[in-house]
């Protein structure tokens, strides 16, 4: 599959007013300054497709895009700095949680995980959490031009184990690098199959 077209529609700060359910959507989401919007910019090859995140505090919106006049790729805010909720469990924010549980056409939500970090409690929380939803999910491992090939490596078994204590079987993985544009086409591949199916 290859992006000939793609057009912002709009920002949504509740998930009642997103666009109908209409089409086929894939939803992207991580931590802030993971590198979702340098991520999404070079998936569709726009510079400024999406824009740099909102700094924490500021309101939080749910990013539509028109992607080839047939399914949405969807821009959410980032989690990890919602606060702990009353019942103790980690909040990812309202919208958020929202979204992910009321999303009817969602195929597929890539979570994003900074490759270079070990695993992080908070985006092991949230895979946690939107499969125990049985939400489909892939994760993507962003900026893997950072490390040397055994220190990816290295890290993304550390994922994986930390993973494989809790889960049958592993979700789909793409490791990408937006700067050298790594996974473009493993991304669009599996987008395609998700469509197709
Ligand atoms: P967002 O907050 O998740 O949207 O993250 P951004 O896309 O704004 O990226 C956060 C920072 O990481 C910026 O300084 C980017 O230049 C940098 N960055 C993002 N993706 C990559 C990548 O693949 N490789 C490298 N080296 N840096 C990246």
């Not at 399914?71 to 992910?100: C, H, M, N, T």
């Not at 962003?142 to 079987?169: F, G």
Request: aromatic residues 10%; contains cysteine.
């Amino acid at each position: 599959m290859e992006i000939t077209q793609a057009e912002f529609v709009s920002s949504y700060a509740d998930v009642r007013k997103c666009p109908a359910p209409d089409k086929p959507e894939f939803a992207f989401i991580g931590r802030s300054n993971v590198g979702k919007s340098s991520l999404l910019n070079m998936l569709t090859q726009r510079k400024q497709l999406a824009k740099t995140s909102v700094k924490p505090g500021k309101t939080q919106t749910i990013n539509h895009f028109i992607i080839n006049n047939a399914w949405y790729l969807v821009d959410l805010p980032g989690y990890g700095y919602a606060s702990v909720s009353k019942d103790k469990r980690a909040g990812f924010g309202k919208i958020i949680e929202q979204y992910v549980l009321k999303r009817e056409n969602l195929y597929c939500l890539f979570i994003l995980i900074d490759s270079r970090l070990e695993p992080q409690k908070i985006d092991l929380e949230f895979i946690q959490w939107s499969g125990s939803k049985g939400v489909p999910i892939a994760l993507v491992f962003t900026k893997a031009d950072k490390l040397k090939k055994n220190e990816l490596q290295k890290n993304l078994s550390r994922y994986e184990s930390t993973l494989l204590q809790t889960w049958e079987e592993l979700p789909p993985i793409v490791v990408t690098s937006a700067t050298e544009k790594t996974g473009r086409s493993e991304l669009l591949t599996f987008i395609g199959n998700a469509l197709a199916e």
